[in-house]
T-cell receptor, first 114, second 112 residues
Framework: KQEVTQIPAALSVPEGENLVLNCSFT??????LQWFRQDPGKGLTSLLL?????REQTSGRLNASLDKSSGRSTLYIAASQPGDSATYLCAVYHGSGNTGKLIFGQGTTLQVKP | DTEVTQTPKHLVMGMTNKKSLKCEQHMGHRAMYWYKQKAKKPPELMFV???????INESVPSRFSPECPNSSLLNLHLHALQPEDSALYLCASSQQGAYGYTFGSGTRLTVV
């Protein structure tokens, strides 16, 4: 059974710091891994999607890496800002076509202090 | 159009009411999903529709009834809900899971 773990559960940093959020999964047979951001009471916003054949993806100040063999992904946020405060969820797509499932970690709640 | 639109944004209903949640996408995605999310928890899968047919039902109680009238629309019909069903209900779509999911902004449901 695929399990996804995110560490840490919560993180508080001063503005301007570079930070790393961690995600691990138990079964390396994944199709892709997706990082989402969720603001309180809101829906999920997709940040980055990494296919199983890829090692990393970048968007602006965000960089996500994937090491499928070791079952790990990291989300790197450069020069953090108060507007980055949110919960970050990683999810792996386990299965194929449209019959698989998106399995979520518990999330990391980030607070960036001015 | 790269959005998934959910209506209403907020819903308060009594335990004897019947209501429906609506989800719409115009990205040509052929898979659509309902998720339930409780506070401080990750989303939990409820239903998957693939090519307008129900392909996954995660043992959801029958008081939740999904419907996919066409490839762009997904409804969730609610009847005789319990207070513990209060949650954020999220709709998502994907071309295929391998190409990533797009989520809507959710419906905040309160059962009184």
């Amino acid at each position: 059974k695929q399990e996804v773990t995110q560490i840490p559960a919560a993180l508080s940093v001063p503005e301007g710091e570079n930070l790393v959020l961690n995600c691990s999964f138990t079964d390396s047979a994944i199709y892709n891994l997706q990082w989402f951001r969720q603001d309180p009471g809101k829906g999920l916003t997709s940040l980055l999607l990494i296919q199983s054949s890829q090692r990393e993806q970048t968007s602006g100040r965000l960089n996500a890496s994937l090491d499928k063999s070791s079952g790990r992904s990291t989300l790197y946020i450069a020069a953090s800002q108060p507007g980055d405060s949110a919960t970050y969820l990683c999810a792996v797509y386990h299965g194929s076509g449209n019959t698989g499932k998106l399995i979520f970690g518990q999330g990391t709640t980030l607070q960036v202090k001015p | 159009d790269t959005e998934v639109t959910q209506t209403p944004k907020h819903l308060v209903m009594g335990m004897t009411n019947k209501k429906s949640l609506k989800c719409e996408q115009h990205m040509g995605h052929r898979a659509m999903y309902w998720y339930k999310q409780k506070a401080k928890k990750p989303p939990e899968l409820m239903f998957v529709y693939s090519y307008e047919k129900l392909s996954i039902n995660e043992s959801v109680p029958s008081r939740f009834s999904p419907e996919c009238p066409n490839s762009s629309l997904l409804n969730l019909h609610l009847h005789a809900l319990q207070p513990e069903d209060s949650a954020l209900y999220l709709c998502a779509s994907s071309q295929q899971g391998a190409y990533g999911y797009t989520f809507g902004s959710g419906t905040r449901l309160t059962v009184v």
